[in-house]
């Protein structure tokens, strides 16, 4: 199941009437009534948002229909925001855990890698991301992404992944299109856009099926026992 990126307050009130009003009137109604599903901030940059991608072929429709597949569905709360930086991530991510999340992804530091961030200007930013998100116990996964070979900083990149992970004790995919880096080159650009830097639909559909069993895995977190 996936919701419209942040929907006002007020719709989301109303749907809430509506349905306990349903649950009065019809008999036995509050006995079969299903446990709220758990709710998933997905908050990330562009990769998130699905840029250039039709609505219900970007990573968060993709991922919520991979989820119901796998009986597992969730409501995801899509906080991509294109073009999106460890910094903007930093200043905007209060807000977004107001609209109640029960667990979060974290996918955020490919604008950082290209615009060339220094390395520990985008550990802190995302230090505090993760502090925020992971409070009072809520699960978080941490998605990382890979630098270019000629990047001066990509040993410094591939070690601040895991060593979030491990300060922070959360889950990790240290690399969103590792599944690509099996296929040969002509294979491999089928599952980019023209621009050789977003997913296509068929790359999307690609790396979520190794990125959906980690969600299975974060989702677990949340139950009991």
């Known amino acids: ?33 299903k446990a709220p599903l758990p709710r998933l901030l997905v908050f990330g940059d562009s990769l998130t948002a699905g840029f250039g991608l039709p609505e219900s072929e970007g990573l968060v429709p993709v991922l919520s229909h991979w989820l119901a597949r796998h009986d597992r569905p969730a409501t995801l709360l899509n906080a991509g925001l294109s073009g999106d930086t460890t910094y903007g991530g930093r200043v905007r991510i ?6 109640g999340a029960d667990a979060v992804i974290v996918q955020l530091g490919g604008n950082d890698i290209f615009s060339r961030i220094p390395v520990p200007r985008a550990e802190a930013n995302l230090d505090a991301i993760l502090s925020r998100a992971g409070r009072n116990g809520r699960p978080v996964l941490l998605v990382g992404i890979r630098t270019p070979p000629d990047h001066p900083a990509r040993a410094e990149w591939a070690a601040l992944w895991p060593r979030l992970a491990q300060r922070h004790d959360c889950l990790l995919m240290a690399d969103l299109y590792g599944s690509f880096g099996a296929a040969n080159a002509r294979n491999r650009a089928r599952f980019l856009q023209p621009d050789g830097a977003h997913p296509s639909p068929e790359g999307v559909r690609r790396f979520t099926e190794d990125l959906g069993p980690r969600v299975v895995q974060l989702l677990d977190m949340l139950r009991p026992g």
Do not use: D, E, K
């Open 94 to 99: 209060g807000w977004a855990l107001r609209q």
């Open 1 to 33: 199941m996936m919701r419209n990126r942040f929907p006002p307050r007020p719709a989301i009130s109303r749907r809430i009437l509506i349905g306990t009003a349903l649950a009065t009137l019809l008999p036995g109604a509050a006995s079969v009534a």
